[in-house]
């Protein structure tokens, strides 16, 4: 079964348990709180909706540019 924690209404954590297995057993009960059941086309990032639907984060996205790496070059330096 998927499990997610939810925080501010947005999957930031998946956690699928084994055949039998809940929540409640896998964390302190403080922790397992923070989790809901959820189908397995949940992903992180979706957005959990008032009425209990869940809202892809996989929409479709532009490419993004890509980013150049900046490399500052410098002088060696000498041990004397």
Known sequence: MRYVRV???????LYDT???V?????????????????????AAGDVLNA???WSSSQTEQTEQPAVE???EQ???????
Request: aromatic residues 10%.
């Open 7 to 13: 925080v501010n209404t947005v999957a930031v954590e």
């Open 18 to 20: 084994p055949e039998g």
């Open 22 to 42: 809940f929540i409640v057993d896998c964390f302190y009960p403080t922790i397992a709180v923070q989790f809901v059941e959820a189908p397995e086309s949940v």
């Open 51 to 53: 009425d209990g639907s």
């Open 69 to 71: 790496p900046v490399v």
């Open 74 to 80: 410098t002088e060696p330096s000498v041990i004397s």
